[in-house]
């Protein structure tokens, strides 16, 4: 009996000893699933836009002229009894002769050449295309793409009219008998609307520029810029971010303002602009979550890696967002 | 707004299944229930090991020698070769001849109270016996009924523990809560451990025991059937 005590003490204390060893060293040990092949990868997602246009400015310079094809010759332009208006423009070369076109076309009032005259109305009053004014003013100066294959002949009427202002009075003349055969083609929808003498104008002008200058840089930050700017941030504040935890804890949102200087640090103390989602049972916390969100700016302060060129963009930081989601 | 994950795999990799890690990163008082609980469950197995040895031979001593007496010729003489063994029918044989030899002894033999000392003292010494063998088998049964409830014990201690520490870090990520729970629930695993194979062991060992007691009562009663009839002839 002693003796079958002992030998069943041995045995047992052997066994258990040999199979919490067995566990120590990982025996049944399941590989791990949650190892993960790739390392996990930062997403940055765009969730403001920008109330202005960040797009690179267009110059208003006109596109370089191109040369259209000839329409091949037209049957009906002889025949045509507009001869007669058409030397009426001729006489005045001055260089107000768009004003006088203007009037002149009423007469007929053809539907097609109207979005002509105003272009060249409008072109008219800048009177430096070369030299892009630092205005965004892109709708206008921008042709859009589908007029402009229905707008081919209007445009080419259009650009020596553009020139003329600058060039010499020879061009109105070269311009007044198209315009004036394209009235009077008007009613008479077989023909083209160009003159055979429309390609004139465009030839004195070989020494214009063919493409416009080179599109300024954005002087605003795009979507793309700010959500940057944001995610380096909110990456540099992260480390330093505890925010309390509690009953609604992560309902709660502080609001900072903040003053940087060109090194990224910051100017003073930041202060608190208004604190959200403050309910009766997180209210315990909110002090302290705001006090940890000052001390989570402080802590983070000079911001490295702030772009230089859009220091107007952070130097005041209203409002700097403490919440839940930035401890994610 | 920044989606960073953490750190996946750092916190994956805290998470073994390894005991001795279990142990080594838990509470004085977890530990102490721990280690009560593995020593009960060393004892447990020492005490199966060792009863199911004994048990076995008794039982098995007890049939042979029982069919052996029953092939004997002579009584007083197969007491005198076989009889001063160390197993329970031996003994319950000795303590009746012993019962006998006083008895008969005297000029006057009084039977009925020959009858009854025989059938007392055979009937003592199988109590002896059984209570001799199932020492242990209460040990089993406290085990049993025991270790679950301290292992739920060092659970219990060790979850306060684990939110304590969730307090004092403001932090209830799982990454915080997990290792506590894992090293409380260890202490419950345990003491399942020892309390299992406990309660199995003393249900079978107990039905042994009560196989053993009734072989050894049906071997006294015919043993008692025979001095008694013995006594009867003798005038």
């Keep these: 009996m002693e003796r079958a005590e002992k030998i069943g003490l041995g045995v047992a204390t052997a066994g258990h000893v040999l199979l919490f060893g067995l566990l120590s060293a990982g025996f049944l040990a399941t590989p791990n699933p949650l190892k993960l092949k790739t390392p996990p990868m930062e997403v940055s997602m765009v969730d403001e836009v920008a109330l202005q246009s960040t797009a690179p400015q267009i110059s208003t310079a006109p596109p370089p002229p191109s040369i259209a094809p000839e329409q091949g010759p037209t049957e009906d332009a002889a025949p045509a009894p507009e001869p007669e208006p058409a030397p009426e423009p001729t006489p005045q070369p001055t260089p107000k002769e768009v004003a006088k076109p203007a009037p002149a076309k009423p007469q007929p009032a053809p539907k097609k050449p109207a979005p002509a005259k105003k272009e060249v109305a409008k072109a008219k009053p800048k009177p430096a295309p070369e030299k892009p004014t630092p205005k965004a003013k892109p709708a206008p100066a921008k042709p859009s793409p589908a007029k402009a294959k229905t707008d081919t002949k209007a445009k080419a009427d259009a650009k020596p009219a553009a020139k003329a202002s600058t060039k010499s009075t020879a061009k109105p003349k070269a311009d007044a008998p198209a315009r004036a055969s394209g009235q009077g083609k008007a009613d008479k929808p077989k023909g083209s609307l160009l003159g055979k003498d429309f390609l004139k104008g465009i030839d004195t002008n070989a020494d214009a520029p063919r493409r416009p200058p080179a599109p300024a840089p954005a002087a605003a930050m795009g979507p793309a810029q700010k959500s940057a700017l944001d995610a380096e941030l909110r990456r540099q504040l992260k480390p330093h971010w505890r925010p309390p935890s509690g009953a609604d804890a992560d309902k709660l949102v502080t609001l900072l303002e903040v003053r940087l200087d060109k090194s990224g640090a910051v100017i003073g103390t930041p202060q608190v602009i208004d604190q959200l989602g403050v309910t009766a049972s997180n209210r315990p916390q909110a002090k302290l979550h705001a006090e940890r969100a000052i001390q989570a700016v402080k802590l983070a302060s000079p911001f490295r890696n702030m772009p230089p060129e859009f220091y107007d963009q952070w130097k005041w930081l209203r409002p700097l967002r403490f919440d839940a989601r930035l401890n994610r | ?235």
Aim: proline share 3%; aromatic share 8%.
């Design chain 2, 1 to 235: 707004m920044t989606l960073n994950l953490p750190d996946v795999a750092a916190v994956a990799d805290a998470a073994t299944i390894s005991p001795l890690a279990l142990f080594l990163q838990a509470d004085i008082v977890v530990k102490g229930v721990m280690l009560g609980l593995l020593l009960a469950s060393i004892w447990t197995w020492a005490i199966i090991i060792g009863f199911s040895v004994s048990l076995r031979r008794a039982s098995k001593e007890s049939r042979k020698f029982e069919a052996d007496f029953w092939k004997a010729e002579d009584i007083d003489r197969f007491y005198e070769t076989r009889g001063k063994v160390e197993h329970p029918a031996a003994k319950v044989m000795a303590a009746g001849v012993t019962e006998w030899r006083r008895s008969t002894a005297q000029k006057v033999v009084d039977r009925d109270g020959t009858r009854d000392r025989l059938a007392t003292a055979m009937s003592s010494t199988i109590a002896a016996e059984i209570d001799r063998l199932s020492d242990r088998l209460n040990i089993l049964a406290t085990v049993g009924s025991v270790a679950p409830f301290v292992g739920l014990f060092g659970t219990v201690w060790g979850i306060m523990r684990a939110f304590t520490a969730i307090a004092a870090e403001q932090n209830s990520s799982l990454a915080v809560v997990a290792p506590g729970i894992a090293e409380a629930l260890f202490a419950t695993a345990i003491g399942l451990f020892a309390a299992i194979p406990a309660v199995i062991a003393y249900n079978r060992f107990s039905h042994g025991i009560n196989r053993l007691e009734s072989a050894l009562t049906r071997f006294a009663d015919s043993f008692y059937a025979t001095l008694s009839r013995e006594l009867e002839a003798q005038r």
